[in-house]
Structures are given as structure tokens and as C-alpha cells.
DNA sequence: TATTCGTGGAT
DNA sequence: TATCCAAGAAT
């Protein structure tokens, strides 16, 4: 803590945010969420941007405003729509905490969204980023929005060698953040740090012959830019071996399944499945056997129609895909489904069961 | 605090 | 091919 408030000692703040604003105005980036200001829209950008890359969203937000162009379109639409608009963007209750937020803000603060720091940061889904996003880039505020962007940065202006994988972490940055904040543009100021970490000091190979703020860069002076951010964390993913089936009634709908509301993919529809297990049994009878134990659903299998592999970020799933013919009459329910192929459309899956129904279609046309 | 939450692009 | 990783939050 000592050795960047020395740091932060050695910059020229005015002339630091100067440098950094007055670049951040010329050369940023014609983004769909930044054609105005509605606290809404800024709300939805910053959480679909959690995690996930720029040109990646643009599409979805688009759509998504398209779809909810108000709080109170969010509020009023059934879940299942909105996880439709979120279909393939992942982590998923990421969305399904944005409309409880929405739905609060529409009860407790008559549709808006509220500005201060500690309201804000109670709504569902908003973290100490997104609160200083929306109340910075919304509502003009000078609260630290500090990112992986940020953090990134910072370690180098300054010189800091605290590891950004540790959640302590981040109360460095805000404190540094605080200190150097434009009072004038905490907006212009906080997106420019996080534009700057998108489009010039890059996680690897920094553009530092480009940088507007090099000459206050105490890790270029150093000569450690390359160093610099400290990241331990080892990414231990394990393996999960599963089989799915596509089941067929008599009249050639495919049995569907919603996922249990919390955990991984919650409240997603899927194609049904079991973790397998090792056994002395061959897989086919396990899956039969496991099929009826774990959904109560008696099954005919005809045949292996492939093998995929899903990787999430903190596992694997291993996929054999069946095909198969349900052996009695099914009682539909919430959680349980016959539908056509046309109305599989309606419903939101997780790419995993994309990557199926297109092994499927294959299949078909051999 | 460490782990759980997705996905697809970059290197 | 394997690893990392991208505008994090909840648990």
C-alpha cells in the first residue's frame, strides 16, 4: 500500500486526466450504448459486458433494448423471453438478477434507477463495478469503477505489484481511483481507463509507442509494462461424462427439460440427460437404467448418434448423444415438454444442446 | 476467501 | 492444441 501512494505521488493528476479524456474523446469507439445516457441502457450494457467481450454483445444489446426498450417492458416480460434474449451470451443469472433488479427499481423507486451509491448497489446483480459504471457514466457521479480494464492499467501507471486475482485487491485500485478521478468527467474518466485497457495497454503486448498517458506510466519509466499486471489462479477444470437423448414421442415431437433454478444453466431448457458413472454395465443399459431412475422416463434407444465435448470455465462436459423413442405416454408439465422442431425456437438452450440438435440435423442429412 | 457461474476469440 | 482470458457477482 506504500509503494503506490509514492506512485500516485510522482503523477501530474490534471495533467494525467487531460491527456487520458482528451484521447478517450477523439479516438473511442461508436458503441450502440453510447448513443445516450439512459441509466437503463447503461445498466444493461454493463452487465451484459461482465466477462464478456465487446463485439461479442453489440448484437445482444441491440436486440435486447430492441425487445425491453424500457424498465418497465423488463419488468412485465416473462422470464422465459428474457433468458431467450440472453440465449448463448452465458452466465445466465446474470439476466434473470437484472429483471428482479428492474422489478424493484419499477416498485421501490417508481421506474428509476436509483443514484445513489448505496441504494444502487443493493439491487440484484450489481457489484461494486457495475454500481461505479451506471453511477459514473448515468449520473456523472466520481465513483471508481474498477474492472479487470482498470486494474490492468493502474498496475502499470503505478507500479503496482498486488496480485489482481485476489478480491482484496480491488480496494487498492478504487482507493487510487478516488485519488485521481476527474471531478468534471468521472464518466469520460472511468471509460477512458477501461478504452485505454481495451485498445492501447492490452493484457499482452501493450501499445505503449501509441499511449496518451505514457509519460506518466511509472511501469513504462521501469521498463516492467510487460510484467505488470501480477494474475496468480490456476483455471482447474474437471471432467464430467454425460449422455443425452433425443426422444421422440409417436408423433415425432422431441421431449424437452428445464433446468432446476439455481446452479449452472438454471432455469435453461435442454435436451434430457444423466451423468454417467463408471460401471461394469455397458453405457447403453446405464443410460436406460439411469434415465428411469433420475427422471422416471422410460426410454427406447436406438442409436449413438456422435460424441460432443462442451468446455465451461471451471468444467468439461463429455456428451454421448443418443437417439431414442419414449415407451409410454408422457404427462407434459413445467418442467417437461413434447414439442416440434419449429417450437423448439421458443425456448432458450444453452449452446451445449445447440452443438446436439446440429449433430442431429447432420446426421440427417447423410 | 475460493469457487461457481458460459462462451468464443486471441495467442 | 492448450491456455488464457473479457467492462464481475453471488455464494
Redesign the pocket.
Known amino acids: 500500500m506504500l509503494i503506490e501512494q509514492e506512485n500516485i505521488e510522482n503523477i501530474n493528476i490534471n495533467a494525467f486526466q487531460n491527456d487520458l479524456i482528451t484521447w478517450f474523446k477523439n479516438e473511442q ?1 461508436n ?1 450502440p ?2 448513443k445516450d445516457q439512459d441509466p437503463y441502457k447503461v445498466w444493461v ?3 451484459m ?8 454483445v453489440i448484437p445482444y444489446f441491440n436486440r435486447f433494448i430492441e425487445w425491453f426498450p424500457t424498465i418497465e417492458d423488463l419488468a412485465e416480460a416473462e422470464e422465459d423471453k428474457v433468458l431467450k434474449a440472453w ?8 439476466v434473470r ?1 437484472l429483471q428482479s ?1 428492474v422489478k424493484e427499481v419499477k416498485e421501490k423507486y417508481n421506474g428509476e434507477v436509483p443514484s445513489s451509491p448505496e441504494e444502487i448497489a443493493r ?11 451506471i453511477l459514473s457514466i448515468a449520473y456523472g457521479i466520481p465513483e471508481p ?1 474498477v ?4 486494474m ?1 492499467v493502474l498496475s502499470r501507471i503505478l507500479s503496482i505489484w498486488d496480485d489482481i ?4 485487491t ?1 480496494k487498492v485500485f478504487e482507493k487510487a481511483v478516488r485519488t485521481l478521478i476527474s471531478h468534471e468527467d468521472p464518466s469520460a474518466f472511468n ?1 477512458a481507463l ?2 485505454l ?2 485498445l492501447i495497454c ?4 501493450p501499445s505503449c509507442l501509441l499511449c496518451p498517458v505514457r509519460e506518466h506510466c511509472q511501469g513504462f519509466y521501469e521498463g516492467v509494462q510487460n510484467e505488470l499486471p501480477i ?1 496468480t ?4 477444470t ?1 471432467d464430467v461424462q454425460l449422455a443425452a437423448a433425443i426422444v421422440f414421442d409417436e408423433s415425432g415431437k422431441i421431449l424437452i427439460h428445464k433446468r432446476p433454478e ?5 432455469n ?1 431448457w435442454e435436451l434430457p440427460s444423466v451423468e454417467l458413472h463408471h460401471s461394469m454395465q455397458n453405457e447403453r443399459e446405464q443410460v436406460i437404467d439411469l434415465f428411469n431412475q433420475n427422471h422416471n422416463i422410460k426410454i427406447n434407444l436406438e442409436k449413438i448418434i456422435g460424441q460432443i465435448e ?6 468439461i462436459w463429455n456428451i454421448s448423444v443418443y437417439t431414442g423413442k419414449i415407451a409410454f405416454t408422457l404427462q407434459e408439465s413445467e418442467e417437461w415438454k413434447l414439442v416440434t422442431f419449429e417450437e423448439l425456437e421458443e425456448f432458450a ?4 444442446s ?1 452443438k446436439m440438435f446440429r449433430l442431429y440435423q447432420e446426421q440427417l442429412e447423410e
Open positions: 469507439r458503441l450504448w453510447r450494457s454493463e452487465i459486458l461482465q466477462q464478456t467481450r465487446v463485439d461479442t440465449e448463448g451470451l452465458g452466465y445466465y443469472s446474470r438478477n433488479a439491487l440484484k446483480g450489481v457489484g461494486p463495478y457495475t454500481a461505479g459504471a469503477a474492472d479487470g480494464n482498470v490492468r486475482a485476489k478480491p482484496a480491488r471509460q477501461m478504452e485497457g481495451a492490452t493484457p499482452t503486448s494474475k489462479k490456476k483455471t482447474k474437471r439455481s446452479g449452472l444453466l438454471a435453461l462442451h468446455v465451461f470455465s471451471h468444467l438452450f444453452p449452446v451445449s445447440q
